[in-house]
């Protein structure tokens, strides 16, 4: 497929972009009430970490502190962890890649002159803007009834650093789950190793709890892996956790990930193809 | 159909027929079994671990509300033996029921000459989700040995707690079944409710805490609404305070709620009745 020119792909790329956009504006009702609704469990969190800083400071809520953080800070943290996982998260990718190969649909990527790859990076990045268009709207909500717990306003370079970190965070949690979805080529049924996957990437990626809670060798140990930069390093920048001078550090350090990541994937999409035989039309 | 006696049928018989039809079935997949029993045993691990790691930075959840570590492990193990009868009785049945409602299959159901609530509260059980109910037991017994181990107040068994504790753990399920079938007979007016079942899993979240949790500032209004309207809040609540600190009469309002509990258990079961007899005659087949 040599001859197919620049302008010929970006317009091929920008129909793959539309298309995706318009089917999922279709279900927005939907999407807002959702989004809404994903917020509830932040009330329980709220309540039981006011529970927690009260009885470790002895009612002086306001003025304790658990591991860095005050109350204010773990509300913030788990709102902020929110919108990191509504960057990171890809509902249904590892599960869509895998049956596609299963069920042979992916024959599909290899007749026409498209990257599958391309094709589902260029598809979540649809979802995912229709998916901020429409909650935008609740977030706004949330974070405007919950600005109290919010520290100060922060500086420029944070802002950047955290816009940096959530992009990243939505490839990394693209090629990630994409690995897993790949891992199909071998094993027909990958949906427990999924939900095991899940499991251990809610715990680790800090959507559950602040890591800086974890006792210090574990907290060194999750920070030797990526997980931590789909959900607490955005939350963390924001809220002043990374010193300044760490920032671009660790901003490389999950560049590098992601690197190792996409070359991850791109060889276990080709050597999975190497294995597959398509049949059939 | 000879006799008005032999149409009676023996409710105890068929539910045991029902379950053991189900266990065929599951016998089936039997790696399917294993995977599930892995996947929540992984579940209850990470559960307990962030627990843990809270109780590492605080002595207990709430200032003198008595929930310190291995009292709070004994309302999580609560929990999981109250979501895994739930889920293993009830779940599958209700998410059919809205099933059955959307494709007009109810239609069979109807005709059959049993109580039709019954049929189709009862038709399937999930065996493996009782793998929750042997971890919850698990980590109860752990953790009850913990604190039959402790210098100050050491744990007792008494004769009243096990007796109380099953009758409220049985009150907590019937509170969560009759919500949940409010919820899938709601499919006769909504047609589809997927956001339903999500909302189901928001409102059962609230009853994953202790009460006390919600008693201060604009946490009033929701204490009040999940313990007398909705009361989610008693499910787990109850039979955990009762087996955790059978001896702790702190407050007085311990007997009262405890037989509020039984009130709210019969109540909901009786407001499930009503609003599923509703929904019957609500109901018109999806055919022609």
Redesign the interface.
């Known amino acids: 497929m040599g001859t197919v020119t620049l302008p010929t792909k970006a317009s091929i790329w920008w129909t793959i972009y539309r298309t995706a956009l318009a089917e999922r504006l279709a279900y927005r009702g ?1 999407f807002a ?2 989004t809404l ?1 994903r917020f ?2 932040i ?2 969190q709220i ?2 970490w ?7 400071g ?2 002086a809520v306001g003025s304790t502190r ?2 860095g953080y005050s109350f204010h800070d773990m509300v913030a943290y788990y709102l902020l962890s929110m919108l990191g996982r509504a960057f990171s998260s890809m509902p249904g990718l590892a599960s869509t890649v895998s049956k596609q190969i299963r069920e042979g649909e992916i024959n599909r990527y290899l007749i026409q002159p498209i990257d599958m790859i391309g094709f589902l990076l260029l598809g979540r990045v649809a979802h995912k803007t229709a998916y901020y268009a429409i909650a935008i709207g609740p977030f706004a909500l949330v974070f405007f009834l919950c600005g109290n717990y919010f520290p100060a306003w922060p500086e420029v370079d944070v802002w950047v650093g955290m816009f940096l970190a959530l992009v990243f965070a939505f490839l990394l949690g693209f090629f990630l789950d994409l690995c897993i979805g790949l891992i199909g080529f071998w094993f027909l049924e990958v949906s ?1 190793l999924l ?2 996957y899940m ?1 251990l990437n ?2 680790l990626s800090g959507h ?2 602040p890591l800086d ?3 210090p060798f574990w907290r060194q140990a999750v920070g030797y892996l990526p997980f931590q930069y789909l959900a607490y390093f955005p939350a963390a920048i924001y809220l002043g956790k990374i010193p300044a001078d760490q920032l671009w550090y660790h901003l490389g350090i999950e560049a590098c990930w992601l690197v190792a990541v996409i070359a991850a994937a791109r060889v276990l999409y080709a050597r999975g193809l190497k294995r597959y035989s398509g049949f059939g039309g | 159909m000879s006799s008005r006696q032999s149409t009676r049928p023996d409710y105890f018989r068929v539910f045991l027929t029902f379950a053991r039809n189900s266990l065929v079935r599951d016998m089936m997949f039997r790696t399917n079994f294993l ?1 599930e029993a ?2 929540s045993l ?2 209850a691990i ?1 559960n307990v ?2 627990y843990w ?2 109780f ?8 003198d ?1 008595g929930w310190g570590k291995y009292e709070f492990f004994v309302f999580l193990g609560t929990t999981w033996i109250i979501n895994a009868l739930v889920q293993a009785f009830f779940m599958p049945n209700c998410e059919e029921f809205s099933e059955m409602i959307r494709t007009g299959a109810l239609d069979f159901a109807l005709l059959k000459p049993i109580d039709t609530q019954f049929l189709v509260s009862f038709r399937k059980v999930h065996w493996s989700s009782l793998s929750n109910l042997l971890l919850g037991i698990g980590l109860l017994v752990l953790s009850l040995q913990e604190l039959a181990h402790r210098p100050v107040q050491p744990w007792r068994l008494s004769a009243s707690v096990c007796l109380l504790y099953p009758l409220y753990i049985l009150c907590g399920v019937a509170i969560l079944y009759s919500l949940m079938t409010c919820l899938a007979a709601t499919s006769v007016w909504l047609g589809r409710n997927q ?1 339903l079942y ?2 189901w899993f ?1 409102i059962t ?2 009853s ?3 009460m ?3 008693r ?2 604009w ?1 009033i209004p ?1 204490w009040f609404v999940f313990t007398f309207i909705i009361p989610v809040l008693l499910v787990v609540n109850v039979p955990a305070r009762i087996l955790a600190q059978p001896v702790s009469g702190k407050s007085g309002s311990e007997w009262p709620l405890a037989a509020f509990t039984v009130l709210a258990a019969a109540g909901s079961v009786l407001a499930s009745r009503w609003v599923f007899r509703r929904a019957l005659a609500a109901y018109r087949s999806a055919s022609s």
């Open positions: 939907d009430l959702g609704m509830l469990p009330i329980t309540f039981l006011w529970a927690i800083f009260d009885a470790a002895g009612g658990l591991a427990s939900f095991v499991l809610f715990f559950m709890f809670l974890l006792p | 995977i892995i996947t992984s579940w990470m671990g962030f790691i809270v590492e930075h605080t002595p207990s959840i709430g200032q509300t956001t999500d909302f928001y979240n609230f994953r805490y202790p006390e949790i919600y201060r500032g946490g929701l």
